[in-house]
């Protein structure tokens, strides 16, 4: 089987993967500090909670946008598995061919969604993943990643609106209502969940012009729900949208 990592800015996504299918998938909160025993000792009540056992794993790959997390994940896997975990980075096979100014600005996540998004629906596309930071990433007919955009994160926004107002409380990232708040925290609740869909849905009309089609979108992240239930152009939701690429990259490079 195999185990897929994805480190994120804020959460660390990790996987059991047999073949195509996902046998279970946790979420951690991304720690520069923490151990691999640390991250062991979690894992290892939780595979076994699944039916799974540390022995079950002979593979490995690893997606990151903190490196200093990956020599932690890389000596788990050595010490744990017994296995070397294949990093996604410049000279891995991915799938997707990056066609942009430079190719090593993209991060591995936004090439990871790529290759499974493309793996899954085809092209044009657009890829949205709601996380620390909001990003879109086109990707052609024929599969290429064309770029994309960056805008902050629905979780940063609001944190950013409770720290520098005076008044402001820290609110639930929930739908409110109305468009019309009545009070502080709906009024939030307004601006920041309806005012990332408009920001949602005027990028996606740009790059659909773009790309010159009617490009499929998918969006994944943690709120990735609350976000489509107030929109239309979503095509679907794929919260498990890294692991399937990481087991879409890990294959392609199976023979390396």
Known sequence: MLFAVDIGNTSTVVGVLDGESLRAS???GTDVHKLADEYAAALLNLFSLKGLAFADIDRAIISSSVPPV???F???CRQYFSTSPLVVGPGIKTGVRVAIDNPR???ADRVVNAAAGHRLYG???VVIDLG???TFDAV???GDYLGGAIAPGIGISAEALFEHTAKLPRVELVRPKKAIGR???SAMQSGIIFGYVGLIEGIVARMRRELGGKAKVIVTGGLAGVIASETDIIDAIEPDLAMIGLGIIHELNAER
Do not use: K, Q
């Open 26 to 28: 946790w979420r951690f």
């Open 70 to 72: 990956v020599t932690t």
């Open 74 to 76: 890389e000596e788990l």
């Open 105 to 107: 600005e993209v991060g």
């Open 123 to 125: 092209g044009p596309l």
């Open 132 to 134: 620390t930071a909001t």
């Open 140 to 142: 052609s007919e024929e």
């Open 183 to 185: 009070s502080s925290v």
